[in-house]
């Protein structure tokens, strides 16, 4: 639509932020092009090959299942996001997880049919076993002389990896070949930040499983089957590289149901399993942080799919960081976002009764300050009315105690729930949004004299920070930002150049059509803020999908001289430090052989971001879900 149509719309501006300026969010009101959700079966990419209304599944859900997962029962999540979870995770769930006993009634039939119903699909579409490559005796050996990568979530948040432990700079990039994909059984999408250490990839897996992979051949050492889809990264015990480790290693990761696990990084052996926090529609989104023998984990919500059913009570969900023993997973502390739970605070227009505050959200993986013994997070938005000052915020706490040192909200009055994409929809906040959350960790960066804390935003604004204080230092809006727009999943840094993705998609499905729209790399200096460069993309997939998109979204991840991002179109590019010119590019959109026993194809970029360590560079592609490209593809490049 051109800009000329505009001026007849409503202009929408004047958001107030914590250093007292004002920033103007342009877009404009088009309720009449838009197209609104009627259903948040919309928001998975996937052919729904069942009538839900009339499918026999529908009867026994509503006369078995119903009643917890309608929203009455306090610990059972909403159905609306149960869909989200692939077939063979709900048939464990109900024949050997926590419903079994509740289904032990039910034939095996009648649980296939209630299976069908909650993810719309027949049978004959559910994702088919695959038979692992599994390694062989020769090749399961674990090199504990390899430390894992210390860069990165759950390390160190500016995601810089240097020459020394990556092998990799703006030089030799152009080099990088495919050596081996990897087709994630069961999935359309592939989030889980791999981790190189011990000669293997540590990875996740939509359909919740972990494997290790050896490097060289891609073959499985072990798997382990956790409850739910795996979208964290993999994180493992510290120790200094070229010396085996005094303790067994462990790695850390999440579920989606809330579950943090701790495994055995040699044998897949479960250590310790706990729930991160007890809410029905929290989750884990964010990968956890490790310091000294302390586990951060941050808590989310996905109280924002339920609440788009008029019938649902909307909300109740707070963000939190939990921190644990590592090694026990015993709790040591536990913060909310939001200090206080939710109260009533009226009814909708059709009677349903409204709670709040809610919401804030940890999508972030926390960023550790060693120096000051810190620990930073930043929070999304509210999820219902009233919005507070826990929304949009970085908060800072103590690690020793859990006691909050400071808070600074950079974007007051937001509060908004996927009610707010269904037109007229009651359970939309009236504030109706911006939704413009914190979703990529902060990065703490030395500038000499001082150390300054970076935070990028959805609202395409990156700030700044004293991390002493808390106080905003400088702030510059690189784009217009938007509900799918701004900075999503994970900056990077080197030295003193920030590196800002922003993704920026047009079509929100909530009547908001964003303006100033930058899609594509950003280059800042961290001292004054100012853009070093910009470079734009442009559309490259116009004949493919509608839901080709230009922007990042994905996590970035910065080499000597250069940076690497994959877009939402499905490209990876390695965009040159001192320019913004383009090194290297590799389009994933297509099918690859794959040696996992599964069919592997690639789609847009969106959570993690690549992962580097001698030579190698590992990256997942496909992202099913919100207007997106599915794949399930884990590609391991090699410069040899």
């Keep these: 639509m051109k800009f000329s149509i505009f001026i007849s719309f409503l202009l929408i501006s004047t958001l107030l932020i914590a250093n007292d300026n004002e920033v103007k969010q342009d877009y404009v009101i088009d309720e009449n092009s838009v197209q609104f959700r009627e259903s948040t079966d919309e928001l998975i990419i996937r052919d729904i090959t069942i009538d839900p209304d009339t499918h026999p599944g529908n009867a026994l859900y509503q006369e078995n299942c119903a009643t917890c997962h309608d929203g009455s029962i306090e610990k059972a999540p909403a159905a609306n996001w149960l869909e989200m979870l692939v077939p063979q995770a709900l048939l464990r769930t109900i024949n050997e997880g926590i419903m079994s006993e ?132 993999i994180i493992m015990d510290q120790w200094e590289n070229g010396k085996k480790p005094d303790k067994r290693p462990y790695i850390y990761f999440g579920d989606i149901l809330a579950n943090e696990y701790a495994l055995d990084a040699q044998t897949g052996e479960l250590i310790w399993k706990i729930k991160s926090d007890d809410h029905p529609n929290a989750t884990r989104t964010a990968t ?191 784009s217009g930002g938007g509900t799918q727009g701004g900075i999503h999943f994970g900056m990077a840094a080197e030295g003193k150049t920030i590196y800002a993705p922003i993704n920026d998609m047009q079509n929100t499905h909530d009547g908001k059509v964003w303006l100033n729209r930058k899609p594509g790399m950003h280059s800042l200096d961290a001292e004054t803020g100012n853009i070093i460069w910009s470079n734009i993309s442009d559309k490259e997939c116009k004949d493919i999908d509608i839901n080709c998109d230009p922007g990042i979204s994905a996590a970035v991840t910065a080499v000597p001289g250069a940076v690497i991002a994959g877009h939402l179109d499905g490209n990876i590019k390695v965009y040159d430090k001192e320019n913004g010119n383009i090194l290297w590019s590799y389009n994933t959109l297509r099918d690859f052989e794959s040696i996992s026993g599964s069919p592997a194809y690639g789609g847009s970029f969106s959570g993690s971001g690549p992962s580097i360590r001698n030579g190698y560079m590992a990256i997942n592609s496909g992202y099913g879900i919100y207007n997106h490209m599915p794949g399930n593809v884990l590609l391991l490049f090699s410069l040899d």
């Design 288 to 478: 956890s942080a490790k310091f000294e023998d302390i586990l951060f984990i941050p808590i989310s919500g996905l109280e924002v799919i339920p609440a788009f059913d008029d019938k649902y009570e909307c909300c109740t969900f707070r963000g939190g960081l939990l921190a644990v023993e590592s090694r026990t997973g015993k709790t040591l502390w536990r913060q909310y976002s939001i200090p206080v739970p939710a109260k009533y605070s009226g009814n909708t227009s059709v009677g349903t009764r409204m709670f709040g505050p809610s919401g804030a959200p940890i999508w972030t993986s926390p960023n550790v300050d060693r120096k000051r013994r810190y620990v930073y997070i930043g929070t999304g938005e509210n999820y219902s009315t009233p919005a507070d000052d826990s929304s949009d915020a970085i908060i800072a706490y103590n690690i020793d105690t859990g006691e909050e040192v400071w808070r600074r909200q950079t974007l007051a009055g937001d509060a908004w729930n996927l009610a707010c994409m269904g037109k007229g929809k009651p359970n939309c906040p009236k504030e109706f949004g911006p939704d413009m959350d914190y979703s990529a960790s902060s990065i703490t960066i030395d500038l000499g004299d001082r150390d300054i804390l970076i935070a990028g935003q959805k609202s395409g604004y990156v700030y700044g920070i004293d991390p002493d204080t808390g106080k905003v230092l400088w702030s510059n809006p690189v």
């Design 102 to 233: 509740q289904a032990s009634h039910l034939s095996e039939e009648e649980k296939i049919q209630i299976v069908e119903y909650i993810v719309r699909q027949d049978r004959k579409n559910f994702p088919k076993e695959a038979e692992l490559n599994y390694c062989k005796s020769s090749d399961m050996n674990f090199d504990l002389r390899e430390a894992p990568e210390p860069y990165g979530w759950g390390y160190n948040t500016s995601r810089f990896i240097p020459k020394k432990s990556g092998g990799i700079d703006s030089k030799n990039i152009k080099n990088l070949k495919l050596k081996w994909a990897f087709g994630f059984p069961y999935s359309q999408r592939a989030r889980s930040q791999p981790l190189f250490a011990m000669g293997s990839i540590f990875v996740g897996s939509q359909s919740g499983d972990i494997y290790a992979l050896d490097v060289k051949t891609g073959c499985v050492k072990w798997n382990f089957t956790a409850s739910g889809e795996v979208r964290t990264g």
